[in-house]
């Protein structure tokens, strides 16, 4: 009579000890793969959202006209930008302006085409404020925050070739905005961004 074929008890355990070793490397594996997706899609809106910051802050430079900001004191009312950390309520330097095309469509809205601007950093945040008038400081303005981890934002300007921290030319654009941010993601990014460079409207 023929003995029954069967598994022996240290078999058993080899068996369940190289497929418990599977599980704990594919566990492994798949956990790494979660976590490297994660950090991937979270460059990726990180990026974007660079991105969209750094587009808005062209967009507006490029329609930068020569209208003075209500919060000018009168006696700087020639001064069109602004770049003073204080006046601009910000943790590093500012940068305040008018920009033209704001679309109005047939002047359906109750206001003109163009819109006070303010960039600003504040606790790592790089906000963007805009009003609906130009010269109405009653209200509050729109707060919107383009992107984060910001450490440090500085502007420069290039005026007549020249370039300088600070502007305080009367009666004229600069030619040229120079950005840097520095981020805890990707560190410092400089921009050079041009003006219209048009003259007093």
């Known amino acids: 009579m023929k003995r029954a074929q ?3 008890l240290v078999e058993l355990l080899l068996a369940m000890l190289i497929f418990a070793m599977i599980g704990l ?3 492994f ?3 790494q793969m979660l976590v490297s997706d994660e950090r991937s899609n979270e460059r990726r809106e990180q ?3 660079m991105q969209f910051a750094m587009l808005m802050l062209e967009r507006d430079v490029r329609q930068m006209v020569a209208r003075p900001l209500r919060a000018q ?3 700087h009312r020639n001064i069109y930008v602004l770049s003073d950390g204080r006046t601009t309520d910000s943790d ?3 940068l305040g302006f008018v920009r033209a095309g704001w679309s109005n469509p047939n002047a359906m809205l109750p206001r003109s085409g163009l819109q006070p601007v303010v960039y600003r950093l504040r606790e790592n945040v790089l906000q963007r404020l805009s009003s609906d008038y130009v010269d109405d400081v009653s209200g509050r303005p729109y707060e919107q925050d383009l ?3 910001v450490e440090d934002f500085r502007i420069r300007f290039v005026h007549n070739g020249e370039e300088t921290n600070s502007w305080s030319v009367p009666d004229a654009l600069p030619e040229v905005v120079i950005v840097s941010l520095t981020t805890a993601e990707y560190g410092l990014i400089e921009r050079w961004l041009l003006t219209s460079g048009e003259g007093a409207l």
Request: aromatic share 4%; glycine share 14%.
């Open 147 to 149: 992107l984060h981890g």
């Open 6 to 8: 069967g598994f022996t």
């Open 73 to 75: 004191p009168a006696e």
């Open 47 to 49: 990026l974007q959202d």
């Open 25 to 27: 490397a594919s566990s």
């Open 29 to 31: 594996v798949l956990n």
């Open 92 to 94: 590093a330097d500012g």
